[in-house]
């Protein structure tokens, strides 16, 4: 079947331009959560969603990081005025609730 | 929170040796403790995991072990093979009703060499 999906897969921006990146759980899964891993780092824990409810969003780096998941399916995270310091691959990952999570390809975001 | 360190960073063996990979974790909390594959421009793949319940369990050629006591669990692969070769990350967290975000260790390149 069919697994978490994420797009764009890769995205370029200039510095202090917005971005969208997507992530289409696994069908049927509850939770789903958004990591950043930095290069040659594990992921790092960004926010969590059960449904629609953001359960925690206790990772997100600053209030220029914003997660949405309006339908409890697909989610949007969203990062405003980027940094440098954003650059990094952004991991989605969906999982049925206390069950084994399932990760994406990833979005490698570079911040120019 | 939770702190989960990694060892080593870096391993190489020969096709066929076995290979160990160590992690401690901080929090007496966390029940869960799951080992991901990723292999260049993937995402992370789960390969096995245990919970706290069990202090060892086997899949095939993969095994981990964990110590609750000590607060340390290892992945155990035999017999490598070169598609072996990947990052292996540990990750630990608590298991809840209201989820379970993970903390990873900072990953292990594992190169099986012919």
């Known amino acids: 079947g069919a697994g978490v999906s994420q797009s764009p897969r890769y995205k370029v921006a200039k510095r202090g331009q917005d971005v969208a990146l997507r992530c289409d759980p696994i069908s049927g899964h509850v939770s789903l959560f958004w990591y950043q891993q930095a290069l040659g780092q594990g992921p790092e824990f960004l926010t969590y969603f059960q449904n629609e409810a953001q359960l925690d969003k206790s990772g997100l780096p600053s209030d220029r990081f914003f997660a949405e998941r309006p339908e409890g399916s697909v989610s949007t995270l969203k990062i405003q005025r980027t940094q440098q310091e954003d650059s990094a691959v952004y991991l989605c990952?969906?999982?049925?609730?206390?069950?084994?999570?399932?990760f994406g390809p990833g979005t490698r975001l570079t911040v120019l | 929170g939770e702190n989960v360190e990694q060892h080593p960073s870096t391993l190489s063996v020969q096709e066929g040796d076995s290979a160990v990979i160590k992690c401690t974790y901080s929090?007496?909390?966390?029940?869960?403790f799951p080992w991901y594959k990723q292999e260049l421009g993937k995402g992370p793949q789960l390969i096995i995991d245990i919970r706290s319940n069990v202090g060892e369990k086997k899949d095939q050629r993969i095994a981990v072990t964990l110590n609750k006591t000590a607060k340390h669990f290892s992945l155990h692969i035999t017999e490598t093979q070169p598609e072996d070769s990947a990052v292996y990350f540990c990750a630990a967290s608590e298991v809840t009703g209201g989820g379970n975000k993970l903390t990873f260790g900072t990953g292990t390149q594992l190169k099986v060499e012919l």
């Open positions: 929090d007496s909390a966390s029940n869960y």
């Open positions: 990952a969906s999982s049925l609730v206390g069950a084994e999570q399932f």
